[in-house]
């Protein structure tokens, strides 16, 4: 079949609006009709070089070149094909995507670190996860996708361990926010940061990231979930999320910080400046 998508040709290029042909589901994918993508800071990175190798690079490095691609690593949609071998996602589930796949079984993901499964090592190589072929072609060439994802096509085909079943009522563009920045800055105080109840969390920005971080943080107990932001609409978010402090800077948050815990300082820091 045939989609539409937002191709990148290479670094520091425009996002350009392809037809690409999509192959048949192979075993144990789905072929998910895209209902909502979301924009990250990390996509722009992929045209910056930030987070990729301009093709001409990557050939000199003796690396497979990573572009063409098909931008996009959050969104959600609703499964419309599966393949055979396809296990817990039938045809009319509403799913979320994720960037870093969890095949449940591998060392990682049998110890709960399912964000170092080992299908994850695969995330900026060529073609499926499953079998390595190229599944995306524009005319006579392969097109990549990001993360394995692609979210910036009408219509994506994913390994089914890249793919999250949530429930029918759950709006989509809530379930394209949880599947990057809400997992990740959540995560960040939940399993990173490892936040206990009781602690002092300080979190440096409060962007998408940052927010979910101080959800997080608020979540897990702390007892005192420190914000710092420059712009004063982000500290007023911050507190609806679960900070009970603001500040707007390190310099003004530094004393405060010592008074509050009588000069133990922190437990824990998150970073969440986007651009610095």
Same mark, same amino acid.
């Given at each position: 079949m045939k989609t539409r998508a937002a191709v990148l040709w290479d670094v520091n290029q425009d996002w350009k609006i392809e037809e690409v042909e999509l192959g048949e589901p192979g075993p144990r994918e789905v072929l998910v009709k895209t209902k909502v993508a979301g924009m990250c800071h990390s996509d722009e990175h992929m045209v910056t070089g930030d987070l990729s190798f301009a093709n001409e690079a990557a050939i000199a490095m003796g690396i497979d070149p990573m572009f063409p691609l098909i931008g996009g690593h959050e969104g959600s949609g609703e499964v419309i094909q599966v393949g055979p071998g396809v296990t817990h996602l039938a045809v009319? /589930?509403?799913v979320a995507v994720s960037f870093i796949p969890a095949c449940g079984k591998c060392h990682y993901c049998?110890?709960?670190q399912q964000m170092l499964c080992d299908l994850g090592a695969k995330a900026f190589t060529k073609g499926m996860i499953s079998d390595g072929r190229d599944a995306h072609h524009i005319g006579e060439e392969a097109v990549n996708t990001f993360a394995k994802l692609g979210t910036f096509s009408e219509y994506m085909l994913l390994s089914e361990d890249s793919v999250v079943k949530i429930d029918q009522d759950l709006p989509f563009q809530a379930a394209a926010l949880v599947s990057c920045g809400v997992a990740t800055g959540f995560g960040s105080a939940i399993n990173r940061a490892e936040v206990k109840?009781? /602690? %002092? &969390? &300080?979190?440096i920005g409060c962007g998408g990231v940052?927010?979910?971080? &101080?959800?997080?943080?608020a979540v897990a107990g702390a007892k005192r979930v420190i914000a710092i932001d420059p712009m004063e609409f982000k500290r007023e978010k911050a507190m609806e999320?679960?900070?009970?402090? %603001?500040y707007e800077s390190m310099e003004e948050a530094t004393?405060?910080?010592g008074a509050l815990t009588w000069g133990r300082m922190? /437990?824990?820091a998150i970073i969440t400046v986007g651009v610095a």
């Open positions: 009319g /589930d509403h049998a110890k709960g109840a009781g /602690d %002092t &969390v &300080v979190i940052g927010m979910n971080a &101080v959800q997080g943080a999320f679960g900070a009970t402090h %603001t004393g405060a910080i922190a /437990d824990s």
